[in-house]
């Protein structure tokens, strides 16, 4: 793909919702982001589901706008190295998707992992997730 072309946003709002839909993710977190783009948060262990906060919005603004992504979810998770907010998004590499897929089937996914408590160590990488019951996701690795 042609670094100078993007995916239209709703390209990436298509897939972003399927990716939700696959997941099973709580049928309100889906609703809210297909209807008012309220991005949903799980807070670590706790199966309860939020939308972001101002804070939240403004860093995964941020976010989207350098990488030209689409944040769908946020999982919030306390570490021994800080306060980790893990993003998952739809990236601007359409070609990607397919591998992206792949490693959602296996229960992984790319995310941008904002550390809060320390930002200089924020990167890109591959976290693995589960399913709550309760329609969430929860970080296991």
């Not at 972003?16 to 309220?38: N, S, V, W």
């Not at 992504?69 to 306060?83: E, M, N, R």
């Amino acid at each position: 793909m042609n670094n100078d072309t993007k995916v239209p946003k709703g390209l990436k709002l298509q897939e972003a919702i399927q990716r939700m839909e696959y997941l099973d993710l709580h049928p309100d977190a889906i609703t809210c982001f297909k209807e008012e783009g309220r991005i949903p948060l799980s807070l670590g262990s706790d199966e309860e589901l939020y939308g972001v906060k101002k804070d939240n919005v403004e860093r995964i603004a941020a976010f989207e706008k350098k990488h030209n992504a689409l944040v769908y979810y946020v999982i919030f998770t306390p570490t021994t190295i800080g306060d980790m907010e893990s993003y998952l998004f739809v990236s601007d590499y359409q070609d990607e998707w397919g591998s992206d897929w792949d490693d959602i089937h296996e229960g992984y996914a790319l995310s941008w992992v904002n550390n809060l408590t320390y930002p200089e160590c924020s990167e890109f990488g591959t976290i693995s997730f589960e399913r709550t019951d309760a329609g969430t996701l929860r970080r296991v690795g």
